[in-house]
């Protein structure tokens, strides 16, 4: 007698759905291996870094992977070794690198609360052969190391605001004077606690210098931390709509450090008795870490006034201004030659500190410009 094997039906429709999911996930990585340069949306992989990726859709794969593996998924071999650790013992060890004219620390993001974004993860600064090709690298040094400061004061002239301050993250705040360890999640929507704070009193100090100044304070994490950029932007545009005397666009943030990686003596120093936060004003090429945006700044020139700035910072006061940090991102300043991010304090000075910082700023501000 033959036997005929029957496989039962539960047995096929369970194979049937193994092929299904294999051929659903090789679909999505070969969707999300196709880059586009066009595409505006804005996955999330770091507090600070999210709103300067860009995925082709599906993008729930890519954030799901970086989420649960804390690993990029630009990198293939990341699967592997996600299921082959050993994998990892092939690669030479790498120095950290970065394009920063002198970065100071190893940076560590803050993490926002659980209100936001859940698949924001804290993460390292990227080293630079991750965040910007070598070639393209080498050829940023070297544009920066030419970049010479001039001595010509930028013109602010005409009728109506000439300056612009907003804030693209604008929940980011400080710990408090009296608050025990150095970092926790420092994020409100009190714009007497926020970095809204900080730019009202640059606004005030720089009029009082008779520079015309619109101080936006839109709430740009209103969709989470990840929209931030991409809602200033249309901010900025309408601003610029309403008042074509616009010349200068600055967005004020604070850093951000991970537990016992900075103290706040390091990132304060004195002036007149009272402790004042380091600033940092922070530069971006567009090139983008996986893709470069459309539309690009023109970041050389972005440089110089931020060049000029930290020089009379420190000019005035010694180490009040951190080195000058060029990145990868865009951080919407392809909207003017004379647009800058600065970094006012971070989560282990105090508002106080930044509200100092400030006043300071403006000054350096008001002394450039004609």
Known sequence: MVRIKVIKLSTLIYYILVIILVISIIF?????????????????????????????????????????????FKDPKNILVFEMPFIKGFDEVEEEESITVSRGSDAKRDVPPDDYETEIILKNEPKISEEIEDKDAEEIKIKVSSIQPDEQPIPLTGEGPQVMIYHSHSRESYREP?????????????????????GQVLSNELRKKGVPVLHDTTDHEVEGHSKGYELSLKTINRCKKEN??????????????KENTRTPEQETIEIDGKRVAKVMVVIGTGK????????????????????????????????????????????????STNAILIEVGSNVTTLEEAERAAVYIAEGISEIVE
């Open 288 to 335: 983008g870490q996986y893709s470069a945006f459309k539309d690009r700044p023109k970041w050389e020139e972005n440089y110089k006034l931020a060049l000029k700035l930290t020089n009379k910072l420190n000019e005035k006061y010694p180490g009040l201004a951190k080195p000058i940090y060029v990145r990868s991102g865009r951080y919407n300043q392809h909207v």
């Open 28 to 72: 999505s990585v070969v969707k999300l291996t196709d880059k586009t340069k066009d595409n505006e949306s804005v996955p999330t992989f770091s507090a600070d870094n999210a709103d300067e990726y860009k995925f082709d859709e599906p993008n729930w794969f890519i954030r799901a992977w970086n989420f649960i593996t804390g690993k990029k």
């Open 178 to 198: 009296n608050m025990e360890g150095a970092v926790q999640t420092f994020y409100t929507v009190d714009t007497n606690k926020n970095v809204i704070k900080v």
């Open 244 to 257: 074509s005397s616009l010349k200068m666009f600055i967005d004020i943030h604070r850093d951000g450090f």
